[in-house]
């Protein structure tokens, strides 16, 4: 590949003029994704234009379509649905339609089109870039345009990105506006639950999703509903009398909540609807429950976007206007996709009909052949849901005899109960005796270890922090009392769910193994700290609540000043020396500035940075929002660099800080944190049954081989699982961090959207990939 800082310098804007516009359903995020295409085509050199509500907008021309400059997006960031509007559009349906469309845009010299929308407006754009010189002659012909205007904008370059509450589209991982549905539908079902177990009810809830199920089974997952019902999986005949024995099952083990999540297109063997209406009528006349219907609708739709929908629709946008100028005539037309974290581009129209073959296959009742089409992260989350969510009865489990005890070590972290309860129902799927250690490696030498049961875990997903409690302490003061415990309880295997601290105390377990045969056995770590500092994993479970946290209250305080004069905010985040939470977190809030320990600043870089503030305050602009992490630099703390601002924008803007603190730890898990917790220890304790077998000889487990000691992270698109001891060479243990980290090339994008002059390294962003590739979405995409 040719050296990317000089491809990126040749990939100049200028003379190009880039048009946006959102169509279809709207989604949470889409005005990030404007905001992106905006800020980036402008600081490539190109004239960015709004088109206003849609394909409408396009035909209509006239001030629907609207040059947009830097400040033009200012403050859109957080706002939901889309402000440059949307319609459904039947003018452009017909071949008169895209000929107005196509003279409005050849007036205006706009040959890029970035269109953010579902599979019906990706389609339509395509069908206009395929007839795009047809329309041209026919302009041409009728005098509209002349014939050097027709060869001036002779090709029409579209990129996609979808926009989708559904997460319905083949080919990417997450759409726009799905995260930020689900944190609408897990809001709702966390505040049902309280009013649900006051009353023992039975609640029966309608989410989106008319083609497809991810919203009802991953909100299935992340809150441990009791059934779920989805157009791709229909329920085996005979399910009515198999629900109604569950819940009444549940009432029988003192359980005061039972809650069925129905997507609205859930049909049954015969493609017949199952409406919410038919499950109450069923619960009430088959149990006589108190039965309750709550239908989401366009709620599912509204507020505010989530932390990870601004950063995917930013990051998609950047690289949309990147292939619009790497575009060349016989480029397909593409759409930007997640994979893993990272952003690339796939062909359009593969992906479309990828998606109508999903729906082809409902259709004929090829409903397994469906669940495969959806990928790989639509089937793992299936997979895992059936396995949490069904409790077998003793007879029906293998009987493993293995003991397997779980324990949260380091600072609590969101999702960390989720992890747990998912190791324990899996566990006992396998037909292990799970125990729980209290208050981490201390409570372990202490003998706070207790059998753990099905029932016991029931309601954790939602709950924040850890309910097992977690200490900071090492295990290595204390190895003969926890080898004593090891054998007292007959041990045979370790799931350490926490942040560093865990990861030190595994590699101390490790190291004590020659001395102590009791730790000869399968141990294995799932990375739990907001502060995303593991080496060996991209993500860590906790981190996007935290995310959340920063994002929720960077709102806030922007909101706090909007009526006053110019202000300037300087917010401190945890992480310890990872500036991950700052660096992330301003990508998503739009901060001007974010101050990390890996990337160094001096007082040059502050002057520069503040004089930089001052001169968009003298525009538009009344807001700015700066970032430090908490270790970024000993000597320019926070108090330091608010001192600073507020001395040197005097005149110009005032300063206020805010030190986040703890916040960032508490707080119920995202969607993301409980769905990401419960997948990765699922697999974890999956890892633990095969090692078990595999380390079992003459009676007893032994296991002291590298490999059975791991940490089980996700790198890009793939759970991995890695030797503890081959990390050692990508840790920086002064600092706690890993030597190398992902997000770190997240930087130039956050300065970018800021407005500074920097470069940004095209190898960074997804090269155009065949779809045959993505068929098959990795099990890790959560």
């Given at each position: ?174 759409t726009i506006g799905t995260d930020s549905a689900l944190h609408r539908i897990i809001e709702v079902v966390d505040a049902i639950m309280t009013t649900a177990q006051s009353h023992q009810r039975t609640f ?555 470069s940004y390294d095209v190898s960074d962003s997804g090269q155009l990939e065949h779809i045959v590739r993505l068929r098959a979405k990795d099990s890790s995409a959560v």
């Amino acid at each position: 590949m040719p050296d990317s800082k000089k491809l990126f310098e040749n990939l100049s804007g200028a003379g190009k003029s880039i048009g946006v516009l959102t169509s279809g359903g709207d989604a949470q995020g889409m005005n990030a994704a404007v905001r992106a295409v905006v800020r980036m085509g402008i600081y490539v050199g190109a004239k960015v234009y709004f088109v206003h509500e849609g394909y409408q907008g396009m035909v209509d021309g006239g001030d629907n379509i609207k040059e947009a400059s830097w400040e033009s997006v200012s403050s859109m960031l957080q706002v939901g649905g889309t402000v440059i509007g949307s319609a459904r559009c039947k003018d452009f349906r017909t071949h008169e339609g895209r000929l107005r469309a196509a003279l409005n845009l050849v007036q205006r010299g706009i040959t890029n089109l970035c269109v953010i929308g579902g599979d019906g407006s990706l389609t339509g754009a395509n069908l206009f870039r395929e007839e795009w010189s047809g329309l041209l002659d026919e302009l041409v012909q009728s005098g509209e345009i002349s014939e050097e205007a027709a060869q001036t904008h002779s090709v029409l370059h579209v990129v996609g990105m979808v926009g989708s509450i559904d997460n319905d589209f083949c080919g990417t991982d997450m759409t726009i506006g799905t995260d930020s549905a689900l944190h609408r539908i897990i809001e709702v079902v966390d505040a049902i639950m309280t009013t649900a177990q006051s009353h023992q009810r039975t609640f029966v809830l309608e989410v989106m999703g008319r083609h497809c199920g991810y919203l009802a089974l991953v909100s299935g997952l992340a809150c441990g509903a009791d059934w779920v019902l989805i157009p791709e999986m229909p329920p085996k005949d005979g399910w009515e009398e198999q629900m109604c024995h569950k819940l009444s099952e549940n009432r029988a083990d003192k359980k005061r909540l039972n809650i069925i999540i129905v997507a609205e297109g859930a049909i049954d063997q015969n493609n017949k609807p199952i409406t919410t209406d038919l499950i109450k009528d069923l619960v009430v006349s088959c149990l006589g429950f108190d039965t309750r219907v709550t239908i989401l609708g366009h709620v599912q739709r509204g507020g505010t976007p989530s932390a990870f929908d601004r950063i995917l629709a930013s990051r998609m946008g950047v690289e949309a206007v990147l292939a619009l100028l790497e575009a060349s005539p016989g480029t397909p037309a593409c759409v930007v996709s997640l994979c893993g974290n990272q952003a690339v581009r796939v062909p359009l129209m593969e992906c479309v009909q990828m998606t109508q073959e999903v729906q082809k296959a409902m259709d004929e009742k090829r409903f397994e052949e469906a669940v495969k089409l959806r990928g790989r992260s639509f089937e793992n989350n299936l997979n895992t849901y059936k396995l949490l969510s069904h409790r077998k009865i003793d007879a029906e489990l293998p009987h493993s005899s293995f003991n397997v005890a779980v324990l949260n070590v380091g600072a609590p972290a969101a999702g960390m109960n989720a992890a747990v309860r998912s190791a324990v129902r899996v566990g006992i799927t396998e037909g292990h005796t799970m125990f729980a250690v209290s208050d981490g490696f201390e409570g372990f030498y202490k003998g706070q270890i207790k059998e753990i049961k099905w029932g016991d875990v029931g309601g954790w997903t939602g709950q924040g922090g850890s309910l097992l409690g977690t200490k900071r302490t090492l295990p290595a003061k204390h190895i003969d009392k926890i080898a004593e415990q090891m054998r007292i309880h007959n041990i045979n295997a370790l799931l350490v769910i926490g942040g560093f601290e865990a990861y030190l105390g595994l590699m101390e377990l490790q190291a004590a193994r020659s001395k102590h045969t009791e730790l000869c056995v399968p141990m294995v770590m799932v990375p739990a700290t907001v502060s995303n500092n593991i080496p060996g994993s991209d993500l860590s479970i906790g981190a996007d609540t935290a995310l959340n946290a920063i994002t929720d209250t960077c709102d806030r305080i922007k909101q706090s000043a909007s009526g006053t004069k110019r202000r300037v905010f300087i917010i401190e985040t945890m992480g310890g020396y990872c500036g991950y939470l700052a660096t992330v977190g301003g990508l998503a809030a739009g901060a001007d500035a974010a101050y990390i320990y890996e990337e160094p600043f001096d007082i040059r870089d502050l002057q520069s940075n503040v004089e930089h503030l001052t001169e968009k305050m003298k525009t538009s602009i009344q807001r700015g929002l700066v970032l430090r992490n908490e270790n970024s630099s000993e000597n320019y703390t926070t108090d330091f660099i608010y001192q600073l601002y507020t001395e040197e924008g005097k005149g110009v803007f005032d300063c206020r800080k805010n030190v986040l603190g703890h916040m960032q730890q508490g707080g119920a898990p995202s969607p993301f944190d409980r769905n990401f917790g419960t997948k990765i220890a699922a697999k974890a304790v999956q890892w633990i049954s095969k090692k078990l077998k595999e380390f079992y000889r003459q009676g007893r487990v032994f296991a002291n081989t590298e490999d059975s000691a791991c940490l089980l992270g996700m790198r890009r698109r793939a759970l991995v699982f890695q030797p503890v001891v081959q990390l050692k060479d990508e840790t920086d243990f002064v600092h706690r961090i890993p030597k190398e980290q992902w997000w770190l090339r997240l930087r130039p994008l956050m300065k970018i959207l800021a407005k500074y002059k920097t470069s940004y390294d095209v190898s960074d962003s997804g090269q155009l990939e065949h779809i045959v590739r993505l068929r098959a979405k990795d099990s890790s995409a959560v």
